[in-house]
T-cell receptor, first 117, second 112 residues
Framework: DTGVSQNPRHKITKRGQNVTFRCDPISEHNRLYWYRQTLGQGPEFLTYFQNEAQLEKSRLLSDRFSAERPKGSFSTLEIQRTEQGDSAMYLC???????????????FGSGTRLTVV | GQNIDQPTEMTATEGAIVQINCTYQTSGFNGLFWYQQHAGEAPTFLSYNVLDGLEEKGRFSSFLSRSKGYSYLLLKELQMKDSASYLCAVSHASGGSYIPTFGRGTSLIVHP
């Protein structure tokens, strides 16, 4: 397993366009998290999946944001009608069902850097 | 809600020891993580504390006091490659799930 994979690594889009990011978690991990990080800040929680069920959504996740994990494996995060304030690094993380967090914690992907111009 | 506080920036000398503090306020506490993040890269897991006390792992150690809502990350024998942001994250119960909430991070600069 190569870890958590995110695509694309970089995305530049014009304001008002829709964008979609993909996250492929570690195969045996059933929990998947999306975070957003801006320069000089820590990651901010957006949403969480356990298998295919979206169990938690942050108030940061406006109606323009939607996330799916249709088969409990990969996940997509879509932003509609992008705004300049959406420019950030979007990070995906995964963890197993009963995380032996002492040893593994949550494994992050390399992120997708979104720039809205 | 959760409130996590850590210093914005610290500097230290190569070979020295540095302690990065983190204080937090949360309900449903389920452990505290420390992550290292180099510029432009993903956070990488360093340590996890759920019980009071010190956890040692090589040059890095992490301490937790749940009653004080306090943790620190201790880095020994600093190397230049330790220059990075160090993120404190608290795992808390939320609707049956456990969600890690991150602090803003402490930017550590190691100089020769």
């Amino acid at each position: 397993d190569t870890g958590v994979s995110q695509n694309p690594r970089h995305k530049i889009t014009k304001r008002g366009q829709n964008v979609t990011f993909r996250c492929d978690p570690i195969s045996e991990h059933n929990r998947l998290y999306w975070y957003r990080q801006t320069l000089g800040q820590g990651p901010e929680f957006l949403t969480y999946f356990q298998n295919e069920a979206q169990l938690e959504k942050s108030r940061l996740l406006s109606d323009r944001f939607s996330a799916e994990r249709p088969k409990g494996s990969f996940s997509t995060l879509e932003i509609q009608r992008t705004e300049q304030g959406d420019s950030a690094m979007y990070l995906c993380a995964s963890s197993p069902r009963t995380p032996d967090a002492k040893y593994y914690g949550y494994t992050f992907g390399s992120g997708t850097r979104l720039t809205v111009v | 809600g959760q409130n996590i506080d850590q210093p914005t920036e610290m500097t230290a000398t190569e070979g020295a020891i540095v302690q990065i503090n983190c204080t937090y306020q949360t309900s449903g506490f389920n452990g505290l993580f420390w992550y290292q993040q180099h510029a432009g890269e993903a956070p990488t897991f360093l340590s996890y504390n759920v019980l009071d006390g010190l956890e040692e792992k090589g040059r890095f150690s992490s301490f937790l006091s749940r009653s004080k809502g306090y943790s620190y990350l201790l880095l020994k024998e600093l190397q230049m490659k330790d220059s990075a942001s160090y993120l404190c994250a608290v795992s808390h119960a939320s609707g049956g799930s456990y969600i890690p909430t991150f602090g803003r991070g402490t930017s550590l600069i190691v100089h020769p």
